[in-house]
C-alpha cells in the first residue's frame, strides 16, 4: 500500500510539472503573440522534456512555475484525493497560477483568464454550491469593493484587474474570509515589497505585481482558512 501511494504522488507530481509547463507556456504566448501552432511545430510546448534528456530527472531543471504547480497538483491530492473537488481547484490554481505569470512578467490582469475563472467557480456554485448563496455574494462586493477604496486612496498604486481579481477571490471563499485573503496577501506583498527595496531591486516610484501574492492568499485561505480565521479571531 505504501508502494502504490508513493507511487501516487509521484504521477500526480508530474502530472503537475506537465500541467506548470503548460501554464508558462500559455504566459508565454499570450505575452509575446506567438501561436501555438509555431510552438508545436519548434517542439517547444513540453520544453521541460528536453531539459530532462540533457540534465536527467532533477528538481533544478524545472523552473518554478513547473515546480508550483506540482505543489498544487499534490497539495489538491493530499485534501480531495481523486475527487471532482480535485479538478475543480487543479483549474482554479492553474488559471490563478497564469495570471500571476502574465502579471509578474507584463503587468496586466488579462480579462479573458479572469472571465474563464469566474466562469468555472460559477458553474460549479450552480452544480454543487459549496458555499451559500448570500456568503458568495458578499465575498464578491466586499472583494472587490476593498480593493476599489484602495484603488482610488492610491491613486493607481492598484489597478482594475486587482479590483476584478480580488472580486472573483470573493466570490470564491466567500465572507468572511475574503477578509483573510486580503489580509495574507496585503502582509505576503508588504514583505516581499521591503525586501526588493532593501535589495534595491525595486524603488518606491516602482509598481509591484499583486496577483501572485492575491494567488498564493487564496491558496493558503482555501486549504488553511478555517485554522487560520481561528487563529486570526483569537486575537480579537
Same mark, same amino acid.
Given at each position: 500500500?505504501?508502494?502504490?501511494?508513493?507511487?501516487? /504522488?509521484?504521477?500526480?507530481?508530474?502530472?503537475?510539472?506537465?500541467?506548470?509547463? /503548460?501554464?508558462? !507556456?500559455?504566459?508565454?504566448?499570450?505575452?509575446?503573440?506567438?501561436?501555438?501552432?509555431? $510552438?508545436?511545430?519548434?517542439?517547444?510546448?513540453?520544453?521541460?522534456?528536453?531539459?530532462?534528456?540533457? !540534465?536527467?530527472?532533477?528538481?533544478?531543471?524545472? %523552473?518554478?512555475?513547473?515546480? @508550483?504547480?506540482?505543489?498544487?497538483?499534490? !497539495?489538491? +491530492?493530499?485534501?480531495?484525493?481523486? !475527487?471532482?473537488? /480535485?479538478?475543480?481547484?487543479?483549474?482554479?490554481?492553474?488559471?490563478?497560477?497564469?495570471?500571476?505569470?502574465?502579471?509578474?512578467?507584463?503587468?496586466?490582469?488579462?480579462?479573458?483568464?479572469?472571465?474563464?475563472?469566474?466562469?468555472?467557480?460559477?458553474?460549479?456554485? &450552480?452544480?454543487?454550491? +459549496?458555499?451559500?448563496?448570500?456568503?458568495?455574494?458578499?465575498?464578491?462586493?466586499?472583494?472587490?469593493?476593498?480593493? +476599489?477604496?484602495?484603488?482610488?486612496?492610491?491613486?493607481?498604486?492598484?489597478?482594475?484587474?486587482?479590483?476584478?481579481?480580488?472580486?472573483?477571490?470573493?466570490?470564491?471563499?466567500?465572507? %468572511?474570509?475574503?477578509?483573510?485573503?486580503?489580509?495574507?496577501? /496585503?502582509?505576503?506583498? @508588504?514583505?516581499?515589497?521591503? $525586501?526588493?527595496?532593501?535589495?534595491?531591486?525595486?524603488?518606491?516610484?516602482?509598481?509591484?505585481?499583486?496577483?501572485?501574492? &492575491?494567488? $498564493?492568499?487564496?491558496?493558503?485561505?482555501?486549504?488553511?482558512?478555517?485554522?487560520?480565521?481561528?487563529? +486570526? @479571531?483569537?486575537?480579537?
Amino acid at each position: 500500500m505504501h508502494l502504490r501511494e508513493s507511487f501516487i /504522488f509521484l504521477v500526480v507530481f508530474l502530472s503537475g510539472i506537465i500541467a506548470g509547463n /503548460f501554464i508558462r !507556456t500559455i504566459a508565454s504566448v499570450y505575452r509575446q503573440g506567438i501561436s501555438f501552432r509555431k $510552438l508545436f511545430e519548434a517542439g517547444e510546448i513540453f520544453s521541460f522534456l528536453s531539459k530532462i534528456k540533457k !540534465t536527467g530527472f532533477r528538481l533544478r531543471c524545472f %523552473p518554478l512555475v513547473e515546480l @508550483a504547480s506540482a505543489v498544487v497538483f499534490t !497539495t489538491c +491530492y493530499c485534501f480531495f484525493g481523486f !475527487t471532482p473537488n /480535485f479538478f475543480k481547484y487543479v483549474v482554479v490554481l492553474g488559471l490563478l497560477l497564469v495570471i500571476s505569470v502574465i502579471d509578474f512578467r507584463a503587468g496586466i490582469i488579462p480579462n479573458r483568464f479572469l472571465l474563464g475563472l469566474f466562469a468555472w467557480l460559477f458553474l460549479w456554485q &450552480l452544480i454543487d454550491p +459549496y458555499l451559500p448563496l448570500e456568503s458568495v455574494m458578499v465575498g464578491f462586493l466586499a472583494g472587490g469593493a476593498l480593493f +476599489y477604496v484602495i484603488a482610488l486612496l492610491s491613486r493607481g498604486g492598484m489597478g482594475g484587474g486587482d479590483i476584478k481579481l480580488m472580486a472573483v477571490l470573493g466570490f470564491a471563499v466567500g465572507w %468572511p474570509y475574503v477578509l483573510v485573503v486580503f489580509l495574507i496577501s /496585503f502582509i505576503l506583498g @508588504a514583505v516581499a515589497g521591503a $525586501l526588493l527595496l532593501l535589495s534595491g531591486r525595486k524603488t518606491l516610484k516602482d509598481s509591484l505585481a499583486f496577483a501572485p501574492f &492575491l494567488s $498564493l492568499g487564496f491558496f493558503l485561505v482555501n486549504f488553511w482558512g478555517v485554522e487560520i480565521w481561528e487563529w +486570526y @479571531a483569537f486575537f480579537w
